[in-house]
């Protein structure tokens, strides 16, 4: 697929290009010649059914999987020019939740980039992480152990931690999975602050009901870019229908609806 | 003997001050170091770079015909590197899974090894004697210069880990951020690897390439039991191998032949299940007496609730008797005899001659755990949409979890509701107790 050079001209910034790209783990390719370029100053969705490839994407942009082809460019540089420039969101359950650490601890991880390597981090550093902290409401956890966080309060630190990165382009993976109605409404603040400081974000995104209500711009993946473009014009029935197959029948959006709701009982049960 | 105690205590002899100095440094070592294997989940290749040290050890030996430890830990850090460099590569063009690649480098590197070491034996070299001791360690044979040589060695890896504190920790919590902030993880994994086969090679001679691997991991599991921060635990496991390698150097110094590696690993071993057990917080016994409190709070606000119900189906009734409780709700019969005790002993109920009556701080008790669990059907059944006949054993469980917090956003999310989905009414009075 060949992004239209109209939409190129549209004088537009672009902050992320992807061209071509192809990505095997071993030998079995799972994203197959995506290509698009995302303009800036977007709260961007890529949605697609589970094992699309959507973490595979996010991933290989960030230069942690090497693509079999294809290139990836950040506001029209090579990744390693403007890796200060990007932060990444990882899946939640993708670390180990019990590591000796505190909550302010995490958040600093987010300055080690800036840093450098063998510096501690100084005052600015400091106050970058709290300013982080407070702005996901967790200023009070600053010196909570990790392992005592319920599963929204360990999204908004991994939040703070890309936000004390101070970064111009945001790749988040599922921000909302398995976070109470008041935390979603809090990240997608955060987000809207983000879009409106200028940044561009560019989300994972599952939950089909809130997708339009929540951004402007959508990327459809089903290992490859089925479409992609302004939430108006790309996110329709056809689309839909192409990028999840037979998966999106009424069964599947119940069954969707069901986990929502187990995610607000286990967010409450837990205690404080 | 008593004498020989203390000349180990007090380090009176020179030779007991090298063996000292020796294990300790090597236990600090490890255990510091083990910190961050164990973290990053790297505990196994401990063990499989610490076999793997043998054929080379033999080899130097049998080239060179000396006992010069230098010259072995040439060739057991030639070994060491040579394993770690097999894994990679085995690893990188095979599909085979991680642990099949770490049993196999140990297995074939140690059967080289176990094989040169018998040649060696039985080839009648001269000073041939003693080379054995590097399977189980023997701390009471290093020399002044040895120590010298480990203390070198182990005090660079320390150096280095204080360097690389804030990499290898992030590498350890979370590689795959770690490398979109442009760490590259395969060198901090590499260079993980490489103190790891320095500080085996310094353990060979205490301890033994057999059962290094404990040194390496088990204090750092047991620390972890007593501390939630990085630091401290590495410190705390510093201080847990230091005197795991004392107590071992202590017991091959006592019994002469006796090796040191077994006596460390029995030192550890013990220093890990006590942490195991008495470990506030995370040890066995504090969350078995968390569960039991938990347990017996549970009972009790059950036994509360069901007082309050028996009164508010009969509100001139006061006095409730075993069957009359039992009637109302199933309890096994002797915990519920012994929650009554502790309820009458806590101030909660009065015995009185043919049942028990509510005391203020009882029916306190009840009214507040009879309230959250009809404000959570509510909650439930309003905002949830659940169907009303399915509140109640959610409810159940959660009337003994909801904090004074979330009550108090509960009551305003419903707007103080005056009755439960199923029409009872829900009690906020508290002095409203007709027993006292
Ligand atoms: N480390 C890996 N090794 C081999 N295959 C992998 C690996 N990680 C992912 N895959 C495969 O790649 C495909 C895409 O995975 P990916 O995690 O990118 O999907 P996803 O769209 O993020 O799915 P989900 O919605 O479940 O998070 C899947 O078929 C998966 O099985
Ligand atoms: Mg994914």
Known sequence: MIVSDARRSEGQTIALEVHDLTVAYRDKPVIWGVDFALPERQLAAIVGPNGAGKSTLLKTIMGLITAASGQVRVYDQPLEAVRKEVAYVPQRESVDWDFPTNVLDVVMMGRYGQMGLFSRPGKADREAAMSALEKVGMAEFAKRQISQLSGGQQQRIFLARALAQEARLYLMDEPFAGVDAATEAAILELLQSLRAEGRTVLVVHHDLQTVADYFDYVLMINMRLIADGRMEETFTTENLQKTYGGRLNLLSEVAHLATRHSHILQAEKKPE | MMNELLDFILLREANTRYVVAGTVLLGLTAGMLGSFTVLRRRALLGDAIAHAVLPGVCLAFMFTGTKDPFILLVGALISGGLATFFMDVVQRNTKLPPDVVLALVLSVFFGIGIFL?????????????????????????????????????????????????????????????????????????????????????????????????????????????????????????????????????????????????????????????????????????????????????????????????????????????????????????????????????????????????????????????????????????????????HVHADAEAMEHMITPELEEKLRQTLNHPLHDPHASPIPYNNSASTST
């Open chain 2, 117 to 389: 070491l018998t040649m060696i034996q039985q080839s009648g070299m001269a000073a041939q004697t003693g080379l054995d001791k590097f399977l189980f360690g023997q701390a009471a044979s290093m020399m002044g210069r040895d120590v010298v040589l480990f203390g070198l060695i182990g005090g660079s890896v320390l150096f280095i880990l204080f360097i690389f504190f804030n990499p290898l920790k992030l590498i350890s919590f979370d590689p795959a951020f770690a490398s979109s902030v442009g760490f590259h993880v395969f060198r901090y994994d590499a260079l993980l690897t490489a103190l790891l086969v320095a500080a085996i090679t310094v353990g060979i001679q205490a301890v033994g390439v057999v059962l290094m691997a404990a040194l390496l991991v088990t204090p750092a599991v047991a620390a972890r039991y007593w501390t939630e921060d990085l630091r401290v635990m590495m410190w705390l496991a510093g201080a847990f191998g230091a005197l795991s390698g004392w107590l071992g150097a202590f017991a091959s110094y006592y019994i002469p032949g006796l090796p040191t590696g077994p006596c460390v690993v029995v030192a550890t071993t013990f220093i890990f299940a006590t942490s195991m057990f008495f470990a506030p917080e995370r040890g066995v016994m504090a969350r078995w007496l968390r569960h039991r409190q938990t347990g017996r709070r549970i009972m009790r606000e059950n036994v509360l609730k069901t007082l309050y119900q028996l009164h508010e189906e009969v509100p001139e009734k006061q006095l409730f008797t075993l069957h009359d409780i039992s009637e109302k709700r199933f309890f096994v019969p002797q915990e519920l005899a012994l929650c009554l005790r502790r309820l009458v002993k806590e101030g909660y109920v009065r015995q009185a001659e043919r049942g028990y009556l509510f005391q203020q701080k009882g029916w306190e008790e009840a009214i507040r755990i009879t309230r959250l669990h009809r404000l959570w059907e509510v909650y439930l059944a309003e905002h949830l949409a659940f169907p009303d006949d």
